[in-house]
DNA sequence: CCGAACATTAACTGATCGGTGCACCTTGTG
DNA sequence: CACAAGGTGCACCGATCAGTTAATGTTCGG
């Protein structure tokens, strides 16, 4: 298999178990949908585990580069893209397909803190709050870890009622909150 | 199977669930861990999805009674009530066996916004919301709605990255982000 | 054109999935 | 004692699970 057509897996399988879930989507059923061969998948992945471990190491980056072109798309002063943040996660919501967050999904399916697959997914966390921590930082906060640890709170907690509630609504709650909190790390 | 008997099942389903994860814990093994014979748990539920949702409807009820209850105990005040919340949450992520919350487990399995188990899950954050209003308008907060809200997004955050993230940590920013919020609803 | 290298399809492993059927056993009631 | 209700254990169903193997292309350098 090409890199390319190894690419091509692990994008599929992305896809799939991020619409299905990880348990509830066989290896055949992913090989189909990926249109690789189940040989193929095993000449590259020894278990479904590492295949699991694969996609999501390509998700972290694929939504971690989302995030922060967004954001700065969005905004150039770094308090302003700190309140940015729930304004790309709106954009994100509201998009066709949007169910939840891929580590939160894990997380939930691989329960087990010593598991890799839910060490991969707090890794994913431990990632955003660093870059969150980073912004606080260049905004002048005076305790930008606190500051970006709080508003890794307020991310995750949309992220999660998006997926159940109204979620349009749920990013206009979230954004709200976060623009109390960043302005009471941040005062004009 | 007396009606005992069937509390017995359900309780023992939603220990089971909440451990494992609702795909990876079968019917064979979830009739042996609640020592009830499948044959027993087919008499009373058809399906287990029929199963999964009665185990929800418990857990509903046990987690919101715990939560009101322990707010209640922990303060007095409407407004300390507001922030105790926090506290109880706290004391909940160092329990032994904490594992997150069962509905957003429920909800990241089965994840389609009109399957059964998605439905009940978004009524139990509904339920929990409106009682959070509830407090806020007790408080006396001008906009309790908005309030409850928040408190919500700030909860749901905590739960996930409690079981992500070191829980006591977490624990202590979801509680402090939670006083910054109150704090501009409620000014003293 | 030959043959090594690699990809594919598809059948297969043993285990487990959700769910059913049946024979047996215990229990309370008349 | 008889009998029905409701329980248990166990074998079984077809389907699917993760993972393997073998037979069959397809592609390439020489």
Not at 63 to 91: H, S, Y
Not at 173 to 181: G, K, L, N, Q, Y
Request: aromatic share 8%; proline share 3%; glycine share 6%.
């Amino acid at each position: 298999m090409s890199a390319s057509k190894r690419d091509e897996l692990v994008q599929g399988a992305l896809k799939a178990f991020y619409a299905g879930g990880f348990h509830a989507i066989g290896m055949d059923r992913l090989a189909k949908e990926a249109r690789v061969s189940k040989t193929a998948i095993y000449k590259h992945f020894r278990t479904k585990e590492e295949l699991i471990l694969a996609t999501l190491r390509l998700r972290d980056e694929q939504f971690r580069n989302w995030l922060i072109r967004r954001v700065e798309a969005l905004a150039d002063d770094p308090r302003d893209q700190l309140l940015a943040i729930f304004d790309a996660l709106g954009e994100w919501f509201l998009e066709d397909g949007f169910k939840g967050c891929m580590f939160i999904k894990a997380s939930s399916e691989y329960l087990d803190r010593d598991d890799p697959i839910h060490v991969a997914s707090a890794e994913h966390k431990r990632l955003l709050r660093s870059y969150f921590t980073d912004l606080a930082r260049r905004a002048g906060a005076q305790d930008p870890e606190e500051l970006g640890k709080q508003i890794l709170v307020m991310k995750e907690g949309a992220i999660v009622l998006a997926h159940l509630l109204d979620p349009a609504e749920i990013a206009a709650d979230a954004r709200t909150t976060a623009r109390i909190v960043i302005s009471a790390h941040l005062p004009h």
